[in-house]
């Protein structure tokens, strides 16, 4: 299946030192947990790892003020990242920051709702990320 790139921003680059600090978080993997599932396989050695290619994701976008910082990237495969900027009635990868845990912890899920704005008609993924 033939992928579409991705639109790219054409603003400043993300610094080697930020991505090697996210790739380094990550460990070379999807953050959203691709571990056995379709966007994984595994090496010749039988561990796991992401068959699509990793690709970084802004939590709060560039338009909207967000920084090339850790805190604000996520290390996802193309189809997690895809999941971004899906609609939601399909399965939209949402992230969120919990004032009820630490400010190095960054939650995830993919919801489905009928509308943006509704309230999730169900969940069918989620987890977090130690930042």
């Avoid at 990793?54 to 996802?76: C, D, M, T, Y």
Wanted: hydrophobic share 35%; glycine share 10%; aromatic share 4%.
């Amino acid at each position: 299946m033939k992928r579409t790139p991705l639109k790219r921003s054409q603003g400043t680059p993300i610094p080697a030192k930020v991505r090697a600090a996210v790739q380094k978080r990550s460990g070379g993997l999807c953050e959203v947990g691709c571990t056995g599932h379709p966007c994984s396989e595994s090496d010749t050695g039988g561990a796991e790892v992401t068959a699509w290619p990793l690709e970084l994701h802004h939590i709060v976008k560039r338009s909207q003020g967000g920084k090339h910082e850790p805190w604000n990237l996520a290390h996802l495969c193309r189809r997690h990242h895809e999941m971004t900027d899906a609609p939601y009635a399909k399965g939209r990868l949402v992230f969120h920051r919990s004032a009820e845990l630490d400010a190095a912890t960054l939650l995830w899920c993919i919801e489905v709702r009928e509308r943006k704005g509704a309230l999730p008609v169900r969940v069918l993924a989620s987890g977090s990320i130690p930042l």
